[in-house]
């Protein structure tokens, strides 16, 4: 198994944008055999930094979902959606794999 971390950084003055967004994605994850573990958005702290992990049974299982949502019309209007909307600033992805035991 392999997590996938998304560290946003988010416009502030647009997060129910940004919110509106990670709705999109966290059924489409879960759409292309992966399962979305949620978004987690500006509380106390820093109010422009969002986070969303999700896993894959592998990277390579990842990597197919990846390229299946770039030809995918659900995917490609969330995309679009960030894109008009500017709420993603900038981002960065990590894998991690998880230790249960």
Not at 27 to 50: I, Q
Not at 61 to 75: F, G, Q, V
Not at 76 to 92: H, P, Q
């Amino acid at each position: 198994m392999v997590t996938c971390y998304l560290n946003y950084v988010i416009d502030p003055y647009k997060a129910k944008e940004f919110e509106h967004y990670a709705k999109l994605w966290i059924p489409l994850v879960n759409k292309f055999g992966g399962t979305h573990h949620g978004y987690f958005l500006p509380s106390e702290g820093a109010n422009n930094k969002a986070l969303a992990l999700f896993s894959f049974p592998s990277l390579a299982e990842y990597e197919e979902y990846r390229l299946k949502s770039l030809a995918d019309e659900e995917c490609i209007s969330a995309f679009k959606y960030a894109e008009d909307t500017m709420c993603i600033l900038s981002y960065d992805r990590s894998f991690f794999r998880p230790l249960f035991e």
